[in-house]
C-alpha cells in the first residue's frame, strides 16, 4: 500500500451499540490520505456485523484474541502505512472540522507529537493538551494526539500496564524533549469510563510509571504534586464557604 499521511487505528471489542457512531464519523474524512485499520479482539456481541456495513473505508480489518488494549493497540502500528497514527476508539469520534484542520497542518509537520483538543461530552469535560503537566498526570488526550508512526515502532506501548501505557509513552517522550505541536482546535469526542474508571488501578500505575521515568526525581514531583493537591483542595473549601455567606 502506498505511504499515506495518517493511520487512523481504531481497536475494539464488543461495542455494538458505539462501533456505529464512531464509523459514522469516520465516513466524513475517510479520503485518500487517510488509512483505517480496525482491530477487533474476536468480539462476539455482533460488532463484526456493524463492522462489515462499513467495509467500504475500512483499509484492514483484523479480528482475532489478543492479551489486552495495548496488544491490540500494538497489532495495529505494525498494520499501519500512515506517516502519523491516530487511535480512534469504539466508542469514540471524530470531529470533521477540527480533524480536517489537523490533517492539513499533518502534510508538512515535523513535529514528534501533534495535539488537538478532545471533548468529553457526558462529564463536560474539554480535553486540552498540556505536555507540562505530564510529570504529575496524563495531560495528552488520545483521541486527538498523531504521532509519528517511528516513535510508536521504536518505543511501544507497555503491554503489562491496563490502563496506563499511553502515559507512559507520552511521558517517555516528553522527557527526551519531542517536540509536541498543540492546534486550538477541537478534532474527537471521547466517552469516558471503560477500564480508565478503575481508579486505584489507574493510581497505582500511573505511580509505577512515575517511578521507572522519572529516576531520581520522582519523589521531588511527588511532593509538588501533593502540594498542589492540597492547595486545590483548601481553595475549593475556601470558595464554597464564601458562597454560603
Sequence with gaps: MPKKILTIITVVKNCVDTIGLTLDS????????????????????GT?????????????????????IYNAMNKGVSKAHGSYILFINGDDQIQPDGFRFVLSV???AKAGIVCATTI??????????????????????HPSAF???????AYP??????????YDFFLYFYLRRCKFLILPVVSAIHTRGGAS????????????????QLGAMYQAVNLVDLALRTLKYLFRKISSGFTTL
Aim: aromatic share 6%.
Design 157 to 166: 506501548f507497555r503491554e503489562d500496564l491496563k490502563i496506563a501505557a499511553d
Design 106 to 108: 499533518l502534510r508538512t
Design 48 to 68: 463484526l456485523n456493524v463492522l462489515q456495513r462499513y467495509s467500504s473505508i475500512i483499509d484492514q480489518l483484523c479480528s482475532e484474541p489478543d492479551t489486552g
Design 26 to 45: 469516520l465516513l466524513l474524512v475517510k479520503d485518500q490520505d487517510v488509512e483505517f485499520i480496525v482491530i477487533d479482539g474476536a468480539s462476539g456481541d
Design 120 to 141: 468529553a461530552p457526558k462529564t463536560d469535560e474539554v480535553l486540552i493538551p498540556k505536555p507540562h503537566h505530564l510529570f504529575f498526570h496524563n495531560s495528552i488526550p
Design 197 to 212: 474508571s478503575d481508579t486505584l488501578t489507574t493510581l497505582n500505575e500511573l505511580a509505577l510509571v512515575r517511578r521507572k
Design 147 to 153: 504521532v509519528r508512526a517511528e516513535y510508536l515502532r
